[in-house]
């Protein structure tokens, strides 16, 4: 039985209720967060939670998500998850229901917050090592999507897009900038160094992102961020995507035409391996304390 948390609750799936004035199901006006765990312990959830709060106060949802950390923790537990390998908690706030009108609710509007838990799996090797494909689909997004909201639209769109031609993802370019996938963070290497897109509003700064640059520094891998051209691409000698649910994915054809020599590049490896060792440390770190 899948266990969720609506609203203080934790509760069976099939008993969870949302109102139809709910301003996330009729306005998309909410904001969410999907963070790993590896073996029951959770990777980067500070760092999530400080990104969600600082969305809700752009938004004006007043929220504390100081309670969030336990309800994350009981939740995967509730869900018998404390061992899984590889799990995630996804976790939306909204406004809450309230009759429909463009301007917020006024008066005392309580948020929505509903979460639920899950496991999952990374490619296997075989898979990973072919690498992934992509084409380069416009950005339709708003100019804030360094706010995770929930108008997911655009991205479902592209990611679509991405599918309908067999590809793996899609990167979203706009005014000629590649500017990252559908729901990952896209970086280029270019003469060894691995380049991404400067934190601006028109990325989500991404927790692997983050933390692939902070390993990348340690390690001394070169590392640049500064917008990549759609027409660089061609001249990429590795692409590859980070995120949440992707790790370090390596992109190995864009547009049909292949990535330098169409294998998984050595900076990619490095900076998975980075990656997994980074996750594996905080794991055993938390086991041992
Ligand atoms: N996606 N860019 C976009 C547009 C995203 O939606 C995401 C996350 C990322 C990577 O962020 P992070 O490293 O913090 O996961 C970048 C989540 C996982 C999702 O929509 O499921």
Not at 84 to 105: K, N
Not at 179 to 188: D, L, Y
Not at 189 to 212: C, S
Request: net charge negative.
């Amino acid at each position: 039985m899948t266990t969720v948390f609506l609203n203080g609750a934790f509760i069976p799936k099939s008993e969870a209720m949302i109102s139809v004035d709910d301003r996330g199901f009729l306005l998309g006006d909410g904001l969410y967060e999907v963070t790993p765990f590896y073996g029951g312990v959770p990777f980067g959830l500070d760092r999530h939670l400080a990104r969600l709060a600082r969305g809700l106060e752009w938004i004006r949802i007043a929220y504390d998500v100081e309670s969030l950390e336990a309800m994350h923790r009981e939740l995967l537990t509730r869900n018998g998850l404390e061992n899984a390998e590889r799990s995630m908690v996804y976790m939306q706030i909204t406004r809450g229901a309230a009759p429909r009108t463009h301007y917020f609710p006024e008066g005392d509007v309580t948020p929505t917050i509903f979460a639920s838990a899950k496991a999952w799996s990374r490619p296997t090797d075989e898979v990973w090592n072919r690498g992934f494909r992509a084409i380069t689909v416009p950005d339709r997004r708003w100019s804030r999507v360094d706010v995770k909201t929930i108008c997911l639209l655009p991205n479902a769109m592209a990611f679509q897009a991405a599918r309908d031609v067999g590809a793996d993802d899609a990167i979203l370019v706009r005014d000629g900038v590649a500017i990252e996938g559908a729901h990952q963070n896209f970086w280029g290497v270019f003469g060894g160094t691995a380049v991404t897109h400067p934190k601006t509003g028109h990325i989500l700064p991404g927790i692997t992102r983050g933390v692939v640059l902070e390993e990348a520094h340690a390690a001394g891998v070169p590392v640049e961020e500064r917008p990549i051209q759609v027409e660089e691409l061609i001249d990429a000698e590795e692409l590859f995507f980070t995120g949440t649910t992707g790790e370090v994915r390596p992109v190995v054809e864009v547009d049909g035409r292949a990535v330098g020599d169409g294998r998984v590049g050595p900076v990619t490896r490095r900076l998975s391996d980075l990656l997994l060792a980074r996750i594996e440390a905080t794991r055993d770190a938390a086991k041992a304390g």
